[in-house]
């Protein structure tokens, strides 16, 4: 034994048992897919049919309890788009009718008509109240490196049970981490004591008592927060106020007449018509300082302040991924959007959209550890470009990887439509009381959108 402190340590270590001399072979344990969301139930589709046994843990109370929060939002692209071609599979089998191809669906529609029905083929495999805390593997910390990848991995769920898994498929999403009101990223001074909505709340629906005749403060620059406004603009004696960071709403106006999309396009121009009208107050260069007596104060970066004072506040400045179950394992994050690095540079929204993403798979969202992926929107981080369509390549990549098929793994495409996934003739006629939401900041488009065929190596346009 050294004596060095660091060699005496060394030793030791390696006089312990290994797990995998004690445990089962991780081979023989079940895939764990961590999130019940349209990615995650695609991750399970694939996984039943290719015969890999698996367990879904759902945090919520019901599947998709994240898409249930904006059940009242119609999609923006239709059903063509929102369906997995495994999930698809398997619920035809069972006797399912495929809905009108071409229908944007509310938030509640994907979920009855679809992800509900999925999620009921897989029994007991879904697990609903089961809120993964940490993930790490059985007997190592991150540090330990000797024999890592064959030892299985270890899930704590909130309560204190343990599992075990061979891999992990998270799909967790970002829809209960949102950002902060707070200019700079942090949260605002006095943020955490007040009550902040959050996006999308259903102003016109369950949620209308909380809006009626209230000052509503909107703040963000996306479709989400679009969306939120112009369902205020219908309340009648609803003072509204919408701060955004920037000098000017242009990009959240998108391109009118002009617009690829005219659904957005019309939202954009309604918004506009509402701000000139004095029926919204527009705020610009408006950075959340502070908030305090109910008066929302910015301070921008010269230390000129505003402030507004309000009774509700909806926050709609976008969503970040939650890594602290992952602190355990070994991630090789881009630190700017927190998705997997390789991943990055192609989904950047300051030269993405969603419809310029190429196709990715396994090897793009790879971290060190070997046989942990975080797929679906988390794997994304901070980037809005997120489509389901791009997730649920993603997860048929990450099942072929882990079936050992490398070459389908590897073969990853993406078809969207000639104008893109998000373009439906049928939106103005189905465009609805709260109107679209993408849930995509800055997704408005100026531009007509080029024919696509998406592959690995080819981009393409669609939602901004
Ligand atoms: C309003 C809105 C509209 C959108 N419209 C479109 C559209 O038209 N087309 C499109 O392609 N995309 C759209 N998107 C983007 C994206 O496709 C959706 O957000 C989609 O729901 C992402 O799917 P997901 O499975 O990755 O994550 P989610 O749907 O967010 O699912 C994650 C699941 O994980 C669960 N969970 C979270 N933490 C834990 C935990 N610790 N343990 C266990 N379970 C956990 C959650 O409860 C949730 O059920 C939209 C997004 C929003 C917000």
Redesign the pocket.
């Known amino acids: 034994m050294s004596d060095s402190c660091c060699g005496t340590i060394a030793v030791e270590i390696e006089q312990f048992t290994t797990p995998q001399q004690t445990s089962p072979g991780a081979g023989d344990l079940p895939v764990v897919v961590?999130?019940?969301?349209?990615?995650?139930l695609a991750a399970a589709a694939h996984l039943a049919e290719r015969g890999i046994d698996f367990l879904l843990?759902?945090?919520?109370d019901r599947?998709?309890?994240?898409?249930a929060q904006?059940g009242h939002?119609r999609?923006?692209?239709p059903w063509k788009?929102?369906i997995d071609a495994a999930a698809r599979r398997l619920l035809k089998a069972d006797g399912w009718t495929a809905p009108d191809a071409d229908w944007l669906p509310v938030?509640a529609e994907l979920i009855d008509d679809y992800l509900a029905p999925l999620a009921k083929l897989f029994g007991d495999k879904v697990r609903l109240g089961?809120?993964?805390?940490a993930i790490s593997r059985l007997g190592y910390d991150r540090v330990r490196t000797a024999g890592r990848e064959g030892v299985p991995f270890l899930i704590r769920l909130e309560g204190g049970e343990e599992l075990r898994a061979r891999a992990v498929v998270d799909?967790?999403?970002?829809?209960?981490s949102p950002n902060v009101l707070g200019a700079s990223g942090l949260p605002a001074h006095g943020e955490d004591a007040v009550f902040v909505d959050h996006a999308?709340p259903d102003v016109l629906g369950a949620d209308r008592d909380r809006y009626e005749g209230k000052h509503t403060l909107v703040v963000g620059a996306g479709h989400?927060a679009a969306t939120t406004l112009l369902a205020l603009a219908e309340l009648e004696n609803t003072p509204i106020t919408w701060a955004i960071r920037g000098g000017s709403a242009g990009r959240t106006y998108g391109g009118g007449d002009a617009d690829a999309l005219p659904a957005r396009g019309a939202l954009g121009t309604r918004l506009r018509a509402h701000v000139g009208s004095g029926r919204i107050q527009l705020l610009t260069g408006f950075y959340v300082h502070r908030i305090e007596d109910g008066t929302v104060v910015s301070r921008d970066p010269s230390g000129r302040e505003q402030s507004v004072k309000a009774d509700r506040i909806v926050s709609a400045t976008g969503y970040r991924p939650d890594h602290s179950?992952t602190s355990e394992l070994r991630l090789d994050l881009d630190p700017i959007l927190g998705s997997p690095r390789r991943l990055a540079p192609l989904i950047d929204p300051n030269q993405h959209s969603c419809g310029t993403v190429p196709a990715h798979g396994v090897d793009d969202l790879a971290h060190p550890e070997p046989g942990y992926y975080a797929?679906?929107?988390?794997s994304y981080g901070r980037a809005p470009t997120?489509?389901?369509?791009t997730?649920y390549e993603q997860v048929r990549s990450v099942v072929a990887a882990l079936a050992g098929d490398w070459e389908a793994a590897r073969d990853v495409q993406l078809e969207l439509p000639e104008t893109g996934?998000?373009s439906s003739n049928l939106v103005e006629a189905q465009e609805q009381r709260v109107g679209l939401?993408?849930?995509?900041s800055g997704g408005l488009l100026s531009a007509p959108l080029p024919l696509v065929t998406v592959s690995a190596s080819s981009g393409g346009g669609c939602c901004g």
């Open positions: 961590i999130g019940a969301g349209p990615v995650g843990l759902e945090a919520g599947v998709a309890a994240s898409v904006w939002v999609v923006f692209s788009y929102n938030g089961a809120k993964v805390t799909a967790s999403g970002t829809y209960t999308l989400s179950i797929v679906g929107v988390k997120f489509l389901m369509a997730g996934v998000c939401a993408t849930g995509i």
